[in-house]
């Protein structure tokens, strides 16, 4: 038996596959059937307590005494599945995942014995959790601990999946008492009611100025700006930037790095920090280390900068994303941003990059220190021609 950690995998020696997931609470588990592209074909692909099988897939209750299960039999799945990923909410609608990390174990359907185990570690105000994923990679099929989490819930999960929610109209005030409004509706037959979400701020309309983050977490549209403060809050001390992609054609692994490059005022480079180089500015900026092909959900490679700790002369960071193996942006999928409040794990600014060139470079965003020592972040998206970090600095500057 293995004990993973996020982003470890291994080999399944068996066609049959039973993951467990287990915690204090009782959970809502589901299995999700992913094509190439990452998403579900249809609302069959969603396999849950009121649709417990598909093809290939299928759900298991404890009951509420015994973990609820996903079996997967990688013999049975339909032609062009690629992944399915397992996922677990709490059953009390809004409650998070702090201090109830669950535990995920994978075994052989059919003789029950352990291959692994998995907890992720350091939740807080997740509600609902990417927790493992059975994919194929180079006709082999593996498992690999996920550990990502959603802050809003079950509807999280379904956008990224490409399961949409819909939710019904609040209905207009009335003078007269009103009984309680229906639950959410959904576009998969069935689906239980997803616990509330945190509001999430809309993206702001073109020449509209900066949002916060008030609202929640922030959808960013290109060159769409959103100040770093929150409620009157101290400002942020220690985010992470975390950076992530996904091959676009079957069996191709796309060597991407991820890297940041800091300035000074005049626009002047100060350092940069990449796979070749994961720490500078005196332990400031620390870099995760390389993904050499991108496989796998969640994020690929994470930048961790403490904002309290970068030198005064450190007043603009760009992030950017180069294709060291060579492969042009249009063989990219999914490629995407998100910056997350290190201290409480929660998502705060996400920028999905929905177009792409043939180039080998891209400025994904920025942050910006403001004279009264506050952050802001902007969506960059503006692809160079680059395969390394050195051909970025540059342009890098002229986005400041």
């Known amino acids: 038996m293995t004990a993973m950690t996020p982003g470890s995998n291994l080999p399944l020696n068996t066609v049959r596959v039973t993951v467990d997931v287990a915690a204090p609470v009782r959970l809502d ?156 509706a959904s576009s998969w037959p069935g689906a239980p009611a997803a616990p509330p979400a945190p509001p999430t701020a809309a993206p702001a309309a073109a020449g509209t100025g900066k949002i916060n983050l008030d609202k929640g977490r922030v959808s960013l549209q290109k060159n769409q700006t959103v100040s770093l403060v929150k409620g009157g809050r101290p400002l942020l001390s220690q985010v992470k930037m975390g950076l992530g992609w996904e091959p676009a054609f079957r069996g191709a692994d796309i060597d991407l790095d991820a890297s940041v490059i800091a300035y000074g005022p005049q626009r002047n480079h100060i350092d940069s920090c990449y796979f070749g180089k994961l720490s500078i500015l005196g332990g400031a900026i620390k870099h995760s280390g390389d993904n050499l092909t991108g496989e796998g959900a ?45 201290a409480s794990g929660e998502e705060l600014v996400r920028f999905d990059l929905t177009g792409a060139e043939p180039q080998t470079g891209v400025m994904m965003a920025k942050l910006i220190r403001q004279f009264s020592g506050e952050w802001e972040m902007t969506a960059i998206g503006e692809f160079v021609k680059s395969r390394t970090v050195r051909g970025m600095v540059q342009p890098g500057s002229q986005t400041l």
């Open 29 to 184: 588990v589901s299995g999700l059937l992913l094509a190439a592209d990452g998403k579900v074909r249809s609302d069959a692909d969603f396999i849950f307590y009121n649709q417990p099988s598909g093809p290939g897939v299928s759900y298991r209750s404890g009951g509420g005494g015994a973990p609820d299960s996903i079996t997967v039999d990688t013999g049975a799945l339909p032609p062009g599945i690629e992944r399915i990923v397992v996922t677990a909410s709490p059953d009390a609608a809004g409650q998070t995942f702090q201090g109830i990390e669950p535990t995920a174990t994978v075994r052989h359907a059919d003789s029950g014995a352990v291959i692994a185990t998995f907890t992720p570690p350091q939740l807080g105000t997740e509600t609902a959790l990417v927790v493992v994923e059975v994919y194929q990679r180079g006709g082999v099929w593996k498992v690999r601990a996920v550990g990502q989490g959603y802050a809003n819930g079950l509807a999280g999960i379904a956008t990224d999946f490409g399961v949409s929610v819909d939710e019904e109209p609040t209905p207009p005030p009335v003078a007269a008492p009103q009984a309680p409004a229906a639950p959410a």
């Open 298 to 342: 969640g994020d690929d490679e994470v930048i961790v900068v403490d904002l309290g700790r970068l030198p005064a002369e450190a007043t603009g960071l760009v992030f950017t994303v180069n294709s060291f193996s060579g492969q042009k942006f249009t063989e990219v999928a999914k490629a995407y941003c998100r910056l997350i409040d290190a």
